[in-house]
């Protein structure tokens, strides 16, 4: 019994946890079209706690769909500076010379080492089609240079030189951990009343 109730400790410790969102890696699978971002400016302001990212006018190059012109991106993200990985919310906006390109809006952030993880969906415009329902975006923040986990690390008022890439993306689903929970409960309940 004693181990039955310690692993229901540790779950609910567990759960507990979970209230404060971290931000990690994404798990989704990237793939053409893609858009590379050689360079753009990137806009940090810390607003009483208020964070607010904003990318403007970057210059982007399509590949894998069609690009009419010149290609303009704007990235607008959002969060409270305490809890950035839980609070993060945002939109894309890229036209080229026949309208509107690709928007979308960010449904999940993430970072892998030194490079900004944004996943976009709800996409529309013209390129929406041949990237599918995801759009990921990664960017790398060169100076001043941010390390693990770049939105914890941006400093008020500083303008950031970044590069990136904006890829199609499919996410990979994770096992789901309840059940894998309870079939484990489940079996420390058969064992102990056997013994």
Same mark, same amino acid.
Do not use: C, W
């Given at each position: 019994?004693?181990?039955? @109730? ?30 590379? @971002?050689?360079?753009?400016?990137? #806009? ?7 964070? #607010?990212?904003? @990318? ?22 959002? *969060? #409270? ?6 609070? @993060?919310?945002?939109?894309? *906006? ?6 509107? *390109?690709? %928007? ?15 996943? *976009? ?27 693990? %986990?770049?939105?914890?690390? $941006?400093? #008020?008022?500083?303008?950031?030189? &970044? ?21 484990? $409960?489940?079996?420390? &309940? ?6």
């Amino acid at each position: 019994m004693k181990s039955l @109730i310690s692993a229901l400790a540790f779950g609910f410790a567990a759960l507990g946890a979970a209230d404060h969102a971290e931000a990690a890696p994404l798990n989704v699978a990237t793939d053409t079209p893609l858009i590379d @971002i050689p360079f753009a400016s990137a #806009d940090f302001l810390d607003l009483g706690g208020f964070g #607010d990212l904003s @990318i403007l006018g970057a210059e982007g190059l399509a590949s894998g769909t069609p690009q009419s012109g010149t290609l303009s991106l704007d990235v607008l993200i959002s *969060f #409270d500076t305490t809890d950035p990985a839980g609070t @993060i919310g945002g939109a894309l *906006f890229s036209m080229d010379d026949n309208g509107a *390109f690709l %928007d979308g809006t960010l449904v999940q952030s993430g970072f892998d080492g030194d490079i900004l993880q944004l996943l *976009f969906g709800n996409l529309t415009g013209s390129a929406a089609a041949d990237f599918g329902p995801f759009a990921l975006l990664e960017a790398v923040f060169l100076f001043p240079a941010l390390g693990t %986990d770049p939105l914890s690390q $941006l400093t #008020d008022a500083t303008t950031y030189d &970044v590069f990136g890439t904006l890829s199609s993306a499919t996410p990979v689903p994770l096992p789901a951990a309840l059940p894998l929970l309870a079939a484990g $409960l489940g079996g420390l &309940v058969l064992l102990r009343r056997r013994s």
